[in-house]
Structures are given as structure tokens and as C-alpha cells.
């Protein structure tokens, strides 16, 4: 039982990766590390996507890559209406970055989203993404305004779930891949052989996906609740 | 005390059961809805597993506040 | 595991920028130019086509109006000319015709001329007949015998003459 804690332990807690040493020793984690692994792999994948465009005569590499932009453009556009067109590269960033983050553990590397502290910063940024489009398109007294709709009653609602919102969707990414790192975690230690393949295609491809496309509807839910 | 935090860690994960109950009353519904009308299957999918992935979070609230029980009370 | 740290927290922010401004600038602002462009491209295409194809329609009722008038034009100058050649016809019938008259007429004269030469000569030709008779006749002076046989050798010889 103390060997089944102990992997536990350690696949829950975030690991050192190096420390910068200035301001006394920075700890930078290993979720961090992995993050720049993915930023590697998203650019140079773009580079290589994006390299020879055409208008005319397009090969099957560019005719593949216009028809899954299109069709995820097209996705968000449904969502958020024609006047949230300039919040949509964001969303393609965070979701194609959650979805690859969520399968890096195929490759072996530990998935940065199990760190609560990724999980915080992408709630906190896209919470500030729906204030600040709420902003622009109302105007800041609008906004403030905004909160006594439909009913002043509400108000005190309306601003709590200003923080419940992100905490919500912060705890929801958490929470899904936490299970699935303790799960995965107990069928190794338990089955060592070969059920840990189906149920880590399981958690990691249709599970993270579908964390992904929740994490970036809701979002976009919201962008538009605020747009109007 | 592990008594109590057991306890504690196993009435936490009972919201398992809310996000059991709702999500079994949504697909029946779902699949009721398919059959009656086939060609809206995909738009029928997908609004399904947006909320299956919602009500799921409130179980993973409680399992996770249960983990923490076990991890953080000594 | 609860490890919230907040430079942890500043550096995913950060990268996370970075990540969008790369995405947007690599990514998403090239696609949608090809897009748009080709959207332009096929607008105008299509523009382009639709011209053409007006032009087209207005060139072939003009022409099938100008084949309409070639075909009456064609016929009036089928008319005019028969016409013409009819006229022609019986422009040259009549002077054929004024022309054979005149050369009959011409050359009626001529045998009248002709008949009036032979009297004539053959008046002479008597005179001169007439006249050796008449030298013979006083060269043999001889008697009423010899002027029966001169009457019936003169007329024997122009029973000859006019034979």
C-alpha cells in the first residue's frame, strides 16, 4: 500500500525542473518546461504548415489545413456572432494548447495542466478577456452597469460570479486531469501490463479533447453574454 | 482522527451522485430525441456532451475536495 | 500539489502570450488573406463571367437582327434583278428584231438594185446586140430574106439571152 501512496505522491506533486537564480532562487516547475515543449512543437508546426501558401492550385497539405481552419473559424464564429471575429485567434490558441497539453502524456511527459497553477492562469486569463471585451463594447460605465441587469437585486450575484466563473472553470480542467493522472496512477500499480493502453487513450485523447472544447465554449459563452 | 477525515472524504465524493442521476436523465432524453428525429443527430451529439461535461464537474469538484481531504488533514 | 506559485503562474502567462501573438501573426492573419483573396478572385470571376455572357446575348441578337435584314435584302435583289433581266431580254428581243427587219428591208433593195443592173446591162447588152445586128444587117444589105433571117436570128439569139 505505501508503494501505491508513494507513486501517488509523486506523480500528484509538480517537480522542480531548474532554478533561475536570481531573486534568491526562482523554483521554475516542470509544468513550465513542458509548456515551452509544446510552444516548440505548435510553432514549428506552423512554420511548416504555413510555408508555401497559394492561392491557385493549392496542394493536399494546404487544401487540409484551409479546410480544418475554416471549420474551426466557422465553429466559433457560430458561437460568438460577427462582432467577436477579433477575440477568435485567442481561442484557437487556448484550445489547441489545453488539447495538446492534455495529450502530451502519450509522449511520456508529465501534462502541464495537472499543475494547478496553469489551470489558474488560463482561467484568469480568459476571465480577463471576457471583462475587457465587456469593456469595449460597453464602455466602462456600461459595464459597471451591466452588473444591476435585469434586476439590482441580482447585483451582489452578478459580481460573485465574477470570481466563481473562472474558479469554476479552473477547478473543472483540474479536476479532470487529476482523476485521470490518480486512475491511470492505480491501474499501473495494480495492472502493470497492458490495460493501462485503452483507458490512457480514454483519458488522454477523448477526455482532454473534450476538456479543451468545454474550457474554450464556455469562454466564448461568456464573450458573448458580455458582447451582447 | 483518520476516522474523521475518512468520513469526511467519502461524504465529500457522494456528489457523484448528482452528476450520475443527471447525466443518465439527459442521455435518455437525448436518445429519445434522436429517435424521433434521426437528421439532427449531429447538432443532438453535441449538445449532449457539452452538457455531459458540465453536470461532470460538479462530481469532479467533489472528488477533488475529497483528495485534498486525504492529502492535506493529518 | 498544491504548489501556487505565483512566478510559476507570471512565466505560464507569459508564454501563453507569446503562444497567441505567435499564432495570430503566423497562423491565423496569412490563412485569412488566402482566403480572402480568393474569395476577391472569385468574385471577380464570376463578375467577370457574367459580363461576358450579357455581352455575349446583345452580340447575338444583333447578329440574328442583321441576319434577318440580309435575308430581305437577299430577296429584293433577286427581284430587282429578274426584273432587270426581263427587261434586258426584251430590250435585246426588240432590236433583234428592229435589226432583222432593217437587214430584210436592205437587202430586198439590194435585189432591186440588183434586178435594175441586170435590165440594165441586158438592155445594153441588147442595144449592143441590136446594134452589130443592125451593122451586119447593113453590111450584107440584103433583101427582105435576109431581114426575116436577121429578125429570126436576133430573136433566136435573145430567145437565147433569155434563155
Redesign the interface.
Known sequence: MDGLVDSL?EE???QVAFTIPIFGG????E??AV??II?GI??VA??I??HG????KIGTKQAV??SG??FIWNFFEELLGKEGTDY???L???V??IGIANMIGLLGFKS?TK????T???A??SIILVEVAGIRKKGVKGWIKSFAEPIPIIAPINVLELFIRPL?LC??L???V??AV?VMALIKYLVPLVAPLPFSFYFDIFDGV??A??FV??TSLYIKEAIE | MTGLIAIGAAVAVITGIGAGLGIGMATSKAVDAIARQPEADGKITKAL??GC??A??TA??G??IG?LII?FLK | ?????F???A???I??L???F???H???K??QA??E??KQ?VERDLDDATRSKQEAEKMKREYEASIQNADAEADRIVETAKARGTEEYNRILAQAKTDATKKMEEADRTIALEREKTLSDLRASVADLAMVATAKLLAEQSGPQNDRNCYDAFLSQSGEKHD
Open positions: 505522491m500528484l506533486n509538480c526562482i523554483d521554475v516547475l509544468s513550465v509548456t515551452w510552444m505548435m510553432m506552423t512554420l504548415l504555413v501558401l497559394k492561392v491557385r489545413l484551409e481552419f475554416t477568435i485567434p485567442y484557437i490558441t487556448v489547441l494548447y502541464p499543475d494547478l497553477n496553469v489558474i492562469s488560463l484568469v486569463m469554476s477547478m473543472r483540474f479536476g479532470n487529476l482523476g490518480v473534450i476538456q472544447y468545454v465554449f464556455l | 456532451l457539452l461535461a458540465l461532470e464537474a469532479i469538484y472528488f477533488v483528495l492529502l | 500539489m498544491l504548489n501556487i506559485n512566478w510559476n503562474i512565466f505560464t502567462v508564454n501563453l507569446v503562444l497567441y505567435f499564432m495570430r503566423f497562423l491565423v496569412p490563412m488566402i482566403l483573396e480568393r478572385m
